[in-house]
């Protein structure tokens, strides 16, 4: 959907309608283009801002910084934070413990109120926090379109899925009882979101915590830290209680792991990688001295998805579908097209026919609306780059194949698609999370479902074909959490395609869908004789 405008809905909690997903911006129309790049000379006035830490509603600074740059232009300072370490660890908690002994026992009306309300502050503001994300994560105007409105979609979503939950009942009742049925809040938990989805994730791992009536530690990635405290002053102004959510941005290594081992943190939400992931699962295994329960993990790591291409597809949408889902936001998507397998028969003409799709994508600064802006930070495009040279060695290059210097400082990487790529090879297997697209030749739809699904991975996928057969044989072996049938792997939305994946992709949590708050909360059983 597109329109001229996000609009702005009048609101009462007593009645908020079924939910709509949020509008996007067409920027076709030369007003929206106007007020974007208005709202980005706003935004580009307040760089360089310092920010707290936010324990228990008290500011706290700190000796140590984080310094958010801009990856498009990685001289200039989006944001200096400051860094919690081991010694905010206990404030953090007590401060959440403490704010957790009113906030489970508030109204389920007051926490959907609250989301509603921030809801409709991202809304109004929307094309600010647009230009955030434009500026800390070189995300482009749709990109950044996209996940503020995710963001606005996860706070209606998750506000009505808790009025849901407050009206379970227990489906049977016993002659001589009363029996309900209560989804009660878990505790503490710590929210670890990712860079890439800045907004999107990080607030929607803490929104579905605190109507849920939990309190949050949140500790935001140190790539994209101020995104997350724009959201957190959302937040106090829509008027969350103080030690709701503490805001901690700091070292995986030390703050984080403390606060995951911690023996009061109750549960831990955590969006990237798969090593990152994995560590946290193993910690929150070990029970501590003082730990009363066996602590719950939310996880969502990576995937190394897949399009499959079939030889009587449409090739013009297999094609485009490919182009996006690969070099959107730069591949930096857990989501991303990183390999295509395609039937031999149609092979050569889909690599001529990406080629030239491809070499239509422009590389630049985001502020400009580029198709592609930089990758995250220096050290994500060495590793980018190091995988294109096994590339070049395993297969042949395309189109791409190196940085894109004219584009400017910033840590750009030309859109690089690289053919004959054998399965079970590095480039096939690993995630890359860049803009590189490794292309596979099939023999056939048995095949390329035996590469698709021979990874460690199993998050998202897409099929084009125009056989029912084959549509029905991949909904029953395609083994992945999300699959999309003549359509691109990316772009899941709220409610239509709850998210999540298979086997090392994470715990399947299926965010934005109805089982989502059930993870955050734990079911009480009650039968009363009467």
Same mark, same amino acid.
């Given at each position: 959907?597109?329109?001229?405008?996000?609009?702005?809905?009048?609101?009462?909690?007593?009645?908020?309608?079924?939910?709509?997903?949020?509008?996007?911006?067409?920027?076709?129309?030369? #007003?929206?283009?106007?007020?974007?790049?208005?709202?980005?000379?706003?935004?580009?006035?307040?760089?360089?801002?310092?920010?707290?830490?936010?324990?228990?509603?008290?500011?706290?600074? !700190?000796?140590?910084?984080?310094? =958010?740059?801009?990856?498009?232009?990685?001289?200039?300072?989006?944001?200096?934070?400051?860094?919690?370490?081991?010694?905010?660890?206990?404030?953090?908690?007590?401060?959440?413990?403490?704010?957790?002994?009113?906030?489970?026992?508030?109204?389920?009306?007051?926490?959907?109120?609250?989301?509603?309300?921030?809801? *409709?502050?991202?809304?109004?503001?929307?094309?600010?926090?647009?230009?955030?994300?434009?500026?800390?994560?070189?995300?482009?105007?749709?990109?950044?379109?996209? $996940?503020?409105?995710?963001?606005? *979609?996860?706070?209606?979503?998750?506000?009505?899925?808790?009025?849901?939950?407050?009206?379970?009942?227990?489906?049977?009742?016993?002659?001589?009882?009363?029996?309900?049925?209560?989804?009660?809040?878990?505790?503490?938990?710590?929210?670890?979101?990712?860079?890439?989805?800045?907004?999107?994730?990080?607030?929607?791992?803490?929104?579905?915590?605190?109507?849920?009536?939990?309190?949050?530690?949140?500790?935001?990635?140190?790539?994209?830290? !101020?995104?997350?405290?724009?959201?957190?002053?959302?937040? #106090?102004?829509?008027?969350?209680?103080?030690?709701?959510?503490?805001?901690?941005?700091?070292?995986?290594?030390?703050?984080?792991?403390?606060?995951?081992?911690?023996?009061?943190?109750?549960?831990?939400?955590?969006?990237?990688?798969?090593?990152?992931?994995?560590?946290?699962?193993? =910690?929150?295994?070990?029970?501590?001295?003082?730990?009363?329960?066996?602590?719950?993990?939310?996880?969502?790591?990576?995937?190394?998805?897949?399009?499959?291409?079939?030889?009587?597809?449409?090739?013009?949408?297999?094609?485009?579908?490919?182009?996006?889902?690969?070099?959107?936001?730069?591949?930096?998507?857990?989501?991303?097209?990183?390999?295509?397998?395609?039937?031999?028969?149609?092979?050569?003409?889909?690599?001529?026919?990406?080629?030239?799709?491809?070499?239509?994508?422009?590389?630049?600064?985001?502020?400009?609306?580029?198709?592609?802006?930089?990758?995250?930070?220096?050290?994500?495009?060495? !590793?980018?780059?190091?995988?294109?040279?096994?590339?070049?060695?395993?297969?042949?290059?395309?189109?791409?194949?190196?940085?894109?210097?004219?584009?400017?400082?910033?840590?750009?990487?030309?859109?690089?698609?690289?053919?004959?790529?054998?399965?079970?090879?590095?480039?096939?297997?690993?995630?890359?999370?860049?803009?590189?697209?490794?292309?596979?030749?099939?023999?056939?739809? $048995?095949?390329?479902? #035996?590469?698709?699904?021979?990874?460690?991975?199993?998050?998202?996928?897409?099929?084009?074909?125009?056989?029912?057969?084959?549509?029905?044989?991949?909904?029953?072996?395609?083994?992945?959490?999300?699959?999309?049938?003549?359509?691109?792997? !990316?772009?899941?939305?709220?409610?239509?395609?709850?998210?999540?994946?298979?086997?090392?992709?994470?715990? *399947?949590?299926? =965010?934005?869908?109805? $089982?989502?708050?059930?993870?955050?909360?734990?079911?009480?059983?009650?039968?009363?004789?009467?």
């Amino acid at each position: 959907m597109a329109t001229l405008e996000a609009p702005v809905r009048p609101r009462t909690i007593a009645h908020q309608g079924p939910f709509i997903n949020e509008a996007f911006f067409d920027f076709r129309h030369e #007003e929206n283009a106007r007020k974007m790049r208005a709202a980005i000379e706003r935004v580009r006035g307040q760089l360089g801002r310092e920010y707290d830490l936010i324990i228990g509603g008290k500011r706290v600074k !700190t000796a140590d910084k984080i310094r =958010s740059l801009n990856p498009s232009r990685p001289s200039e300072i989006v944001g200096t934070h400051q860094k919690a370490g081991k010694e905010h660890v206990e404030p953090a908690i007590n401060a959440a413990l403490k704010a957790f002994e009113s906030w489970k026992y508030t109204s389920i009306e007051e926490r959907t109120g609250l989301l509603f309300r921030v809801g *409709d502050l991202l809304r109004q503001r929307k094309m600010d926090f647009m230009a955030w994300l434009v500026f800390e994560v070189s995300k482009n105007w749709g990109e950044a379109d996209a $996940d503020i409105s995710e963001t606005i *979609d996860f706070c209606e979503f998750y506000a009505r899925e808790a009025l849901r939950l407050a009206k379970a009942e227990a489906p049977v009742q016993l002659p001589g009882e009363h029996d309900s049925l209560k989804y009660i809040p878990l505790g503490v938990g710590a929210v670890i979101p990712p860079w890439n989805f800045p907004c999107a994730i990080m607030a929607g791992m803490t929104m579905a915590s605190i109507v849920s009536g939990n309190t949050v530690i949140l500790k935001p990635s140190s790539d994209s830290p !101020t995104i997350a405290a724009k959201f957190v002053e959302l937040l #106090e102004e829509a008027g969350i209680p103080e030690g709701v959510v503490n805001f901690c941005p700091g070292s995986g290594a030390a703050f984080g792991d403390a606060i995951v081992s911690h023996p009061k943190t109750r549960y831990i939400a955590f969006t990237g990688s798969r090593e990152v992931g994995l560590h946290i699962n193993k =910690s929150a295994a070990t029970q501590a001295p003082g730990q009363l329960w066996i602590k719950r993990t939310i996880l969502e790591m990576g995937g190394k998805d897949a399009i499959i291409v079939d030889a009587d597809s449409d090739i013009d949408s297999a094609v485009e579908g490919v182009a996006q889902a690969a070099f959107g936001f730069q591949g930096q998507k857990c989501s991303a097209c990183s390999r295509a397998i395609v039937d031999e028969r149609v092979y050569d003409k889909f690599l001529d026919m990406l080629k030239a799709r491809v070499e239509k994508i422009t590389v630049g600064d985001p502020a400009e609306n580029t198709n592609m802006g930089a990758v995250i930070n220096e050290g994500s495009m060495k !590793t980018i780059l190091g995988y294109i040279e096994q590339g070049k060695k395993d297969g042949r290059v395309i189109t791409g194949g190196e940085r894109a210097t004219e584009a400017g400082e910033g840590y750009y990487i030309r859109p690089t698609v690289i053919a004959d790529i054998p399965p079970k090879s590095k480039l096939e297997q690993e995630e890359i999370f860049g803009p590189v697209l490794a292309v596979i030749k099939s023999r056939g739809f $048995d095949q390329a479902l #035996e590469i698709a699904n021979d990874t460690e991975f199993g998050l998202t996928g897409a099929v084009y074909t125009k056989s029912q057969d084959k549509i029905d044989r991949a909904i029953r072996d395609f083994h992945v959490g999300n699959l999309y049938i003549n359509r691109k792997c !990316t772009g899941a939305m709220v409610g239509a395609h709850p998210f999540g994946g298979f086997n090392m992709s994470g715990t *399947d949590s299926k =965010s934005g869908g109805p $089982d989502y708050l059930y993870l955050f909360t734990q079911a009480k059983s009650i039968g009363e004789k009467i």
